[in-house]
């Protein structure tokens, strides 16, 4: 698939497919090896999506970014999977987006066991100001 979006073109044959591009493909194959237990590939996967997606994607951005810190929590970083995760909060609050809400309020719901935290309570500081 990726090499078939990297021809020239392929946009004009495929006119209803311009959605998918290299950075969302990037970001659903992130996803999926988080999923998958594979956090070092979905690490990579959501670093390249997020790199390559344009900074008008704010739903899209807010999903990765959410997924992106769900794999910093797994490595036990904390402080770093709570800030990635307020920046997805501050693009859902710049474009609502169902889906990034509900990845965000699961991420919400694995750190409540870190609640009394400073990062979680800086977290929740940044979801009230979406509410």
Do not use: N
């Amino acid at each position: 698939m990726r090499e078939a979006l990297a021809k020239p073109g392929v946009g004009q044959d495929l006119p209803w497919f311009d959605y998918y591009d290299e950075a969302r493909l990037a970001g659903f194959a992130g996803y999926t090896s988080l999923r998958a237990g594979q956090f070092g590939d979905a690490r990579t996967a959501l670093t390249e999506a997020l790199g390559r997606l344009p900074l008008t994607a704010v739903k899209q951005r807010a999903v990765f970014l959410t997924d992106l810190a769900a794999v910093h929590l797994r490595d036990g970083d904390l402080g770093e999977a709570c800030w990635v995760a307020g920046d997805a909060a501050e693009q859902l609050r710049r474009a609502g987006y169902a889906t990034g809400f509900g990845r965000l309020r699961e991420f919400r719901a694995t750190v409540e066991p870190w609640k009394a935290s400073r990062p979680v309570r800086t977290l929740d500081d940044r979801l009230a100001a979406i509410a």
